[in-house]
């Protein structure tokens, strides 16, 4: 069995990993590049609990973004526009995904 602990910050990261039984722990440090730094607090990585919260903010208020753009753009059509469109785009997405899939 082995222990594995980590953290850091999005410039720079570090583990140390410990098997059971062992006398030792091995430390790894890494130094990320500005892209990687960058990658990183993207991901909400190594940034501390306000950066955290920031980033989950952003993506509820463009989850809402996309949600209201959906019901203004759903409110000017029919049934049957609706259904039509939403089918011919799903239907669209769908094929481009096993497209891809299969090339």
């Given at each position: 069995m082995k222990w594995t602990f980590s953290g850091?910050?999005?410039g720079n990261s570090w583990s140390v990993e410990?098997?059971?039984g062992s006398a030792?722990?091995?430390l790894k440090r890494r130094e990320h590049s500005?892209?990687?730094a960058f990658n990183r607090l993207h991901k909400a990585?190594?940034?501390?609990?306000?950066?955290?919260?920031?980033a989950d903010s952003f993506a509820?208020?463009?989850?809402l973004l996309g949600l209201s753009g959906i019901w203004m753009w759903a409110r000017g059509r029919n049934a049957r526009?609706?259904?039509?469109?939403v089918m011919g785009l799903s239907t669209l997405a769908f094929?481009?995904?096993?497209g891809l899939a299969l090339a």
């Open positions: 850091g910050t999005a410990y098997a059971v030792q722990a091995t500005p892209l990687a990585v190594g940034g501390g609990a306000f950066w955290t919260l920031l509820v208020g463009m989850l526009q609706l259904v039509v469109s094929l481009a995904v096993v």
